[in-house]
C-alpha cells in the first residue's frame, strides 16, 4: 500500500543484533534462536509490511531485554512476500529452510492462506496479526498451528452490515470489493449481515488492485443515487475511489474495513477522507498495556498505527507460549496456545480450538484531517 519508502531500522538488545534487507539477512550470536516474519516489505502494501517489521523488531528487543525465551535471545529474519501468493509460498519456504520455529505473518489473507500450507507441512507456528479471512483458521486440524492476533471477516462485515442497514435503510448503496481473498470476502460479509437486517444493495461490483481511473463506476453509482459505498479492499483503491467520486459530484459515504488503517490511505485521498469510516480493533494504541511501547515507538519519530502492536503481541504470544511449553515444538506451542490467554501489548487474547480469538473488538472509527479516530 506504500508508495513511499522508508529506511528499514536495526534493532536489538542484548546479545542478538540483526539487519534486514531484502532477501533478508540475520546477524546473530551462536545459539540465539531465530524466529520470522513475513510480509509486504515492498510493493504497493509496503506501509502495512512496515507496520508489521516495526511491531516485530520491537517485541524482539523488548524480550531479549526481558531474558528471552527459553534462556535464548530471539534473532529476527524477514521476507517479502510483496502481497503475491506465490511470492509469499517462496518466503515461506524460504524460513522453513532456516528452521524458524515460529513466523509472524503474512498480512494479506491471500498470502497467508498459502503460505499456511507450507507451515504446516514444515511444523511451524504461524501468527498473522492482519489475515481476516474466516478459511485461513476454518480448514480443520491439519492447521492447528495457525493464529491471529486480529479478527475475521465474518466478525467485522456482521457489524458493518449492520450499521449500514440501520443508517441507510431504504436508500441505495453500492458493494463495491477489489477482487482480492481479503476484499471480496470482507465485503461479502458485510453484504450478507446487511442484507440480513433487509438492506438490499443497489450494485455489488469489483474493481482490480492497481486499477486509477473509477469514472465509469462512479458514473453508475451516481446514475442510482447512491448514498453510501461499502469498499471490501486495501487502501491505495479505497483513497482512489473516494477521492474521484468527491471530484465528481458524489457525496456517498463510504464505509470500509481494516484494509485502510493506514496513514498513506488520507495522504492519496486528500481532504476526500474526511468523513470516511472505517471498522478496526480498538484502538490498541490505547490500551493500558500499551502506554510504554508506544512512547518508544513515538520517540523513535515512529506512530505505532494500524497492526503495529498487533505484530507485537503476535511476538509475545510466541514467547510466552514457548516459555509455558518449555518447546519451540508446533505440537506442543499449540496445545500451549488453544484454550489458553496471554497478556500482551494490546490487552488479554484468548484462543479458541480454531486459532481465533474469543473475543474481537471492531469497533468503528472516523478519518478527519489525515488521522482517525474512534467514534
Known amino acids: 500500500m506504500s508508495m513511499k519508502r522508508r529506511d528499514l531500522i536495526k534493532a536489538g538488545a542484548g546479545a542478538a543484533v540483526f539487519a534486514v534487507s531484502v532477501p533478508s539477512i540475520v546477524r546473530a550470536q551462536a545459539g540465539?534462536?531465530?524466529?520470522?516474519?513475513?510480509?509486504?516489505?515492498?510493493?504497493?502494501?509496503?506501509?502495512?509490511?512496515?507496520?508489521?517489521?516495526?511491531?516485530?523488531?520491537?517485541?524482539?528487543?523488548?524480550?531479549?531485554?526481558?531474558?528471552?525465551?527459553?534462556?535464548?535471545k530471539l534473532a529476527g529474519v524477514i521476507e517479502d512476500d510483496a502481497s503475491d501468493p506465490n511470492t509469499a509460498r517462496a518466503a515461506a519456504n524460504k524460513l522453513a529452510g532456516r528452521k524458524v520455529p515460529f513466523v509472524l505473518g503474512h498480512f494479506n489473507s491471500s498470502c497467508s492462506?498459502?503460505?499456511?500450507?507450507?507451515?504446516?507441512?514444515?511444523?511451524?507456528?504461524?501468527?498473522?496479526p492482519a489475515s481476516t479471512n474466516p478459511r485461513l483458521t476454518d480448514r480443520g486440524a491439519k492447521f492447528a498451528n495457525v493464529f491471529r492476533t486480529c479478527g475475521r471477516d465474518d466478525q467485522q462485515g456482521a457489524i458493518a452490515g449492520a450499521y449500514l442497514a440501520d443508517k441507510f435503510k431504504g436508500k441505495a448503496i453500492a458493494v463495491i470489493h477489489d477482487k482480492t481473498t481479503y476484499g471480496q470476502g470482507l465485503a461479502d460479509e458485510t453484504k450478507k449481515a446487511m442484507n440480513a437486517k433487509g438492506l438490499k444493495e443497489a450494485l455489488y461490483d469489483g474493481?482490480?488492485?492497481?486499477?486509477?481511473?473509477?469514472?465509469?463506476?462512479?458514473?453508475?453509482?451516481?446514475?442510482?443515487?447512491?448514498?453510501?459505498?461499502?469498499?471490501?479492499?486495501?487502501?491505495t483503491e479505497a483513497a482512489l475511489l473516494v477521492r474521484q467520486a468527491r471530484e465528481q459530484g458524489l457525496g456517498a459515504q463510504l464505509v470500509s474495513g481494516d484494509g485502510i488503517v493506514?496513514?498513506?490511505?488520507?495522504?492519496?485521498?486528500?481532504?476526500?477522507?474526511?468523513g470516511v469510516i472505517m471498522t478496526f480493533d480498538s484502538d490498541p494504541r490505547k490500551s493500558p498495556g500499551a502506554k510504554q511501547v508506544v512512547e518508544k515507538f513515538m520517540k523513535q519519530g515512529y506512530d505505532p498505527e494500524g497492526y503495529t502492536l498487533l505484530s507485537y503481541?503476535?511476538?509475545?504470544?510466541?514467547?510466552?507460549?514457548?516459555?509455558?511449553?518449555?518447546?519451540?515444538g508446533v505440537k506442543a506451542l499449540a496445545a500451549a496456545m488453544h484454550g489458553k490467554s496471554f497478556n500482551t501489548v494490546i490487552g488479554t487474547l484468548t484462543y479458541?480450538?480454531?486459532?481465533?480469538?474469543?473475543?474481537?473488538?471492531?469497533?468503528?472509527?472516523?478519518?478527519k484531517d489525515g488521522k482517525y479516530a474512534q467514534m
Open 32 to 72: 540465539a534462536l531465530t524466529i520470522g516474519c513475513a510480509g509486504p516489505i515492498t510493493g504497493p502494501n509496503a506501509a502495512f509490511g512496515e507496520q508489521l517489521k516495526r511491531g516485530f523488531d520491537m517485541a524482539i528487543a523488548d524480550i531479549n531485554a526481558a531474558g528471552g525465551v527459553l534462556g535464548k
Open 113 to 128: 492462506i498459502p503460505a499456511s500450507e507450507v507451515y504446516a507441512e514444515e511444523g511451524i507456528l504461524q501468527i498473522t
Open 207 to 235: 474493481v482490480s488492485v492497481g486499477d486509477k481511473d473509477f469514472t465509469a463506476l462512479i458514473t453508475r453509482m451516481k446514475s442510482q443515487n447512491v448514498a453510501a459505498i461499502y469498499f471490501g479492499g486495501l487502501h
Open 262 to 274: 493506514s496513514a498513506e490511505f488520507a495522504t492519496i485521498a486528500g481532504k476526500a477522507s474526511d
Open 313 to 328: 503481541a503476535g511476538v509475545q504470544v510466541f514467547a510466552q507460549a514457548a516459555n509455558n511449553a518449555k518447546s519451540t
Open 352 to 367: 479458541d480450538k480454531k486459532g481465533d480469538l474469543t473475543k474481537p473488538n471492531y469497533v468503528f472509527y472516523v478519518w
